[in-house]
Every structure is written in C-alpha cells, then in structure tokens.
C-alpha cells in the first residue's frame, strides 16, 4: 500500500525549533516529489513548497521561502519540513503529499500548536 | 505569481442537483490543473488532475473541464456524502502549486 506516514502532534513555544517529518512507503520515494501544505485553523490549503527525494531539488513558496525548510533523507524514505524558530502564527495542520500530477498520496497530517 | 480564484465561495444545492464550481487562473497554465475534496475533519483527497482526468475510485458523477485560464468542477448529481470544501491548485511548473481559495459546498 502506497502511504505517507507523519509525526505526531507537537506543542511547542514560541522562538523554539520543530522538524516534523513525513515517511513514504509503498513506492519508489526518489521518483517522486514530496510536497508541503499548511492549513491553518478554519482557513484553506497553502502550498509551501516541494522537493525531489532523488536529488533533494527543493522550491519554496515565496510565502514561505525563508520561513521554513525542507529536506529529505532518502535512504530512510522520509522527508522533513522544519523551523528554527517557532512563531504562534506557525499554528497549523500540515500535509506532506506525494505531487506528480497533483497530489494524490496525502499524510495524516501533523498539528503543530504554538503558544506560550 | 499566477492567482488561482474559485468561485462560488460557497454554495448550497439540494441533493440530485448539477453543481458546478468554477476556477480562473491569471495567466495559462495549459491542463496542469487539480481538483481537491476536503471534508471537515479530513485529510484533502485528489479528485481530478490535468483538468479533466479522474483520479481512480472517484465517483462517475465527478468531471472536471476546462484548459488554459478557465476550469469547472461539476458533480452531476449530489449527493449527501458530497458536503466538502473543494479547492482547484494548478501545478504548471514546480515553483508555485498555488490553490484555490476553496469552495464550501452544503446541502440545502
């Protein structure tokens, strides 16, 4: 079965880091790109950027270039999207998904809570 | 930045009825072109892609249309199950998978 497995919840403060990470199975990881979205509470789907497992070729959002980063592992089969320093407005669900023609392998999704 | 705008916002349609849900991009973007469902709660699921292609296990009654700026997602018949928000996302290039504002569909 073709999955994308995330980590579990986090509840974090405000100025600390985060890496979530979100682990493929059932499919050739590096032939594929892993895309990001965030969904925050009530509101619609971001796209925040994308990579290649294959060659760790990463896009940003402009949204969010800067804002976070994204890398993958693919000897374990896991991409990640982290922060170095956390802001409340970081509170949100995110997605990884597997993106060729659109996105049709989504994760559970991972809450990232952050507050004081 | 090429703008994805959905319209309606939001919609209610009585059960049976033909809904259709319209996208504009800002600029062409050919037929690389996606249709999401999300229900509340849920993970978003892949509907169509390349405007017009159903993903497997979609129901029939789903169909999407439309190339270069202007796209429609139509549910011939709704259903109960059909309540969702539905975003379009264009995907012409790997720079910027921009989504739709969203689509909140109701039952009357």
């Known amino acids: 079965e073709v999955q994308l497995v995330q980590s579990g919840a986090e509840v974090k403060k405000p100025g600390e880091s985060l890496k979530i990470s979100c682990k493929g199975s059932?499919?050739?990881?590096?032939?594929?790109?892993i895309g990001w979205v965030r969904q925050m509470p009530g509101k619609g789907l971001e796209w925040m950027g994308i990579i290649y497992p294959g060659d760790s070729d990463t896009r940003y959002s402009p949204s969010f270039q800067g804002q976070v980063t994204i890398s993958a592992d693919k000897s374990i089969s896991t991409a990640y999207l982290q922060w170095s320093s956390l802001k409340a407005s970081d509170t949100a669900m995110y997605y990884c998904?597997?993106?060729?023609?659109?996105?049709?392998?989504w994760g559970q999704g991972t809450t990232v809570t952050v507050s004081s | 930045d090429i703008q994805m705008t959905q319209s309606p916002s939001s919609l209610s349609a009585s059960v049976g009825d033909r809904v259709t849900i319209t996208c504009r991009a800002s600029?062409?973007?050919?037929?690389?072109l996606a249709w999401y469902q999300q229900k509340p709660g849920k993970v978003p699921k892949l509907l169509i892609y390349a405007a017009s292609t159903l993903q497997s296990g979609v129901p029939s009654r789903f169909s999407g249309s439309g190339s270069g700026t202007d796209f429609t997602l139509t549910i011939s018949s709704l259903q109960p199950e059909d309540v969702a928000t539905y975003y379009c996302q264009k995907y012409n290039s790997a720079l910027q998978h921009t989504f739709g504002q969203g689509t909140k569909l109701e039952i009357k």
């Open positions: 600029q062409g973007i050919s037929n690389y």
């Open positions: 998904a597997r993106s060729r023609d659109g996105m049709d392998v």
């Open positions: 059932g499919y050739s990881f590096t032939s594929y790109w």
